[in-house]
């Protein structure tokens, strides 16, 4: 191991990406652009945007079991609630 590597941010693995935007992301109201379903016609992802500082940014996001429950919540147009992180803003969740 080099010395830079010592100081080389680790990679984080997605489920604490997650849990770390839920718990000190910034929030900001996001819409729903489209979605993808299921054999069932149940949505599994949503593909969605927002505005941070007059930047759009659209990013997508495969729903978790929960999230799946609601049949109306993420329809294309929907209101969602998204958290960001302020050093990235790309970098965002949808709660």
């Known amino acids: 191991m080099g010395l ?3 100081f080389r941010r680790k ?4 489920s ?3 849990a770390r935007l839920l718990q000190t992301g910034r929030i900001v109201d996001g819409k729903v652009l489209d979605v993808t379903t299921d054999g069932d016609d149940k949505v599994v992802q949503i ?3 927002y505005n941070v500082a007059g930047v759009e940014y659209e990013s ?3 729903l978790n079991a929960d999230q799946r429950k ?3 919540r993420y329809i294309p147009g929907a209101q969602v609630i998204i958290r960001y992180d302020p050093r990235q803003a790309a970098n965002s969740v949808v709660v």
């Open 60 to 62: 997508s996001q495969v």
């Open 4 to 6: 830079l590597d010592r």
């Open 47 to 49: 593909f969605y945007c």
């Open 70 to 72: 609601s049949k109306t």
């Open 11 to 14: 990679k984080e693995n997605e």
């Open 16 to 18: 604490s990406r997650v």
